[in-house]
T-cell receptor, first 118, second 109 residues
Framework: DVKVTQSSRYLVKRTGEKVFLECVQD?????MFWYRQDPGLGLRLIYF???????EKGDIPEGYSVSREKKERFSLILESASTNQTSMYLC?????????????????FGNGTRLTVT | DAKTTQPPSMDCAEGRAANLPCNHS???????VYWYRQIHSQGPQYIIH???NNETNEMASLIITEDRKSSTLILPHATLRDTAVYYC??????????FGKGTTLSVSS
């Protein structure tokens, strides 16, 4: 089974702190994604990466950056945490574009990191 | 990206089939229809996807209309553990999944 592991399940940080959220996948997937999930707003894409050292902005990249130095690891960085970044953060991974049968590979998600910024 | 319309909530009795509809009338020819679900406090879980033909796997069946403007996810024998939010998402190659608000399915005994 595909495993996407997020380093922390719960995290509490102070306003202004630099925060690192780590995600590791064990399936040699090219694509990795970071989403945040908030009540009433659903899941929103922050950043994604389709290869090592490559990154693309999603719908809400402001206040975040990412790092992909190794294929299996994708880090989300909050340079200076703010209270409006309190949220559930979800990491996902998939094979690049084409999977078996020519279809687009499904995403596999971790169980999330619930971040509280006080 | 195609927009989708799903009912906000549905109820189903345990052991009965759950039929979850999705309207995606603006879907483009190269977009697959994906279904995911999210059980409380967990990350989304992939269920099934299809392009034109109906699909079945160990979790569910997917029925796509001939004009591809709508689809139905069928859980043939719903259990209490199927209580979750279900998302229908059109997606093309090289694009990220965009989640809408989904349908909250409540399965009761």
């Amino acid at each position: 089974d595909v495993k996407v592991t997020q380093s922390s399940r719960y995290l509490v940080k102070r306003t202004g702190e630099k925060v690192f959220l780590e995600c590791v996948q064990d399936m040699d997937h090219e694509n990795m994604f970071w989403y945040r999930q908030d009540p009433g707003l659903g899941l929103r894409l922050i950043y994604f990466s389709y290869d090592v050292k490559m990154k693309e902005k999603g719908d809400i990249p402001e206040g975040y950056s990412v790092s992909r130095e190794k294929k299996e690891r994708f880090s989300l960085i909050l340079e200076s945490a703010s209270t409006n970044q309190t949220s559930m953060y979800l990491c996902a991974s998939s094979f690049l574009s084409l999977g078996r049968g020519g279809s687009v590979s499904p995403l596999h998600f971790g169980n999330g990191t619930r971040l509280t910024v006080t | 990206d195609a927009k989708t319309t799903q009912p906000p909530s549905m109820d189903c009795a345990e052991g009965r089939a759950a039929n979850l509809p999705c309207n995606h009338s603006t879907i483009s020819g190269n977009e697959y229809v994906y279904w995911y679900r999210q059980i409380h406090s967990q990350g989304p879980q992939y269920i099934i996807h299809g392009l034109k033909n109906n699909e079945t796997n160990e979790m569910a069946s997917l029925i796509i209309t001939e004009d591809r403007k709508s689809s139905t996810l069928i859980l043939p024998h719903a259990t209490l553990r199927d209580t979750a939010v279900y998302y229908c998402i059109p997606r093309g190659a090289g694009t990220a999944l965009i989640f809408g608000k989904g349908t909250t399915l409540s399965v009761s005994s």
